[in-house]
């Protein structure tokens, strides 16, 4: 129980670490003058969030594959981060979009840790037991997999703006 309160305090404390960087950012964009034209400046961010929105897609795409059958070809070909700069987040989301970004990430980056990474950091590709035998790692996958798909899904919706 200590052990699981401890790694949350580390997974809160990076986060709230990389919050920090990017609300630094933010701050020192407002008080730089862009070289950008706003048209140019709209467009590229837009670009950004479209980019940033696709490689969540992607990652929930994975993860969705496991509940009827593991793949791990799909895990592992997943992309591992959303690809932006601190800066580049800064300039293209709102800082709950942001928070919606990092936790999506987070979380994805912990259900890979936890149940795909081999001792030597490699995904696994082989599992014990099937989805019928409880407490199984095939099962436990499925389950969580199950129970993570509706929290992405809602953060999903954050990073995306439709909901605030």
Same mark, same amino acid.
């Given at each position: 129980?200590?052990? /699981?309160? *401890?790694?949350?305090?580390?997974?809160?404390?990076?986060? #709230? =670490?990389?919050?920090?960087? &990017?609300?630094?950012?933010? *701050?020192?964009?407002?008080?730089?003058?862009?070289?950008?034209?706003?048209?140019?400046?709209?467009? *590229?961010?837009?670009? @950004? %969030? =479209?980019?940033?929105?696709?490689?969540?897609?992607?990652?929930?795409?994975?993860? /969705?594959?496991?509940?009827?059958?593991?793949?791990?070809?799909? $895990?592992?070909?997943?992309?591992?981060?959303?690809?932006?700069?601190?800066?580049? #987040?800064?300039?293209?989301?709102?800082? %709950?979009?942001?928070?919606?970004?990092?936790?999506? @990430?987070?979380?994805? !980056?912990?259900? $890979?840790?936890? !149940? @795909?990474?081999?001792?030597?950091?490699?995904?696994?590709?082989?599992?014990?037991? =099937?989805?019928? $035998?409880?407490? /199984?790692?095939? !099962?436990? &996958?499925?389950?969580? /997999?199950?129970?993570?798909?509706?929290?992405?899904?809602?953060? *999903?919706?954050? &990073?995306?703006?439709?909901?605030?």
């Amino acid at each position: 129980m200590n052990l /699981s309160i *401890l790694m949350l305090l580390i997974v809160m404390y990076r986060t #709230l =670490s990389v919050q920090k960087k &990017i609300l630094q950012e933010q *701050l020192e964009l407002l008080q730089q003058p862009t070289n950008f034209k706003l048209a140019d400046k709209e467009r *590229l961010c837009e670009e @950004w %969030k =479209s980019y940033v929105f696709v490689q969540a897609l992607q990652v929930r795409e994975a993860i /969705s594959k496991q509940v009827n059958n593991l793949h791990p070809k799909l $895990i592992e070909d997943a992309p591992i981060s959303h690809g932006l700069t601190n800066r580049e #987040l800064a300039e293209a989301f709102d800082s %709950k979009q942001i928070e919606a970004i990092t936790h999506f @990430w987070n979380l994805f !980056h912990q259900y $890979i840790e936890t !149940h @795909w990474k081999t001792e030597q950091g490699r995904i696994k590709t082989v599992f014990k037991g =099937s989805i019928n $035998i409880d407490g /199984s790692e095939v !099962h436990r &996958i499925h389950t969580v /997999s199950n129970r993570l798909l509706p929290q992405l899904d809602q953060l *999903l919706k954050r &990073i995306k703006g439709d909901e605030h």
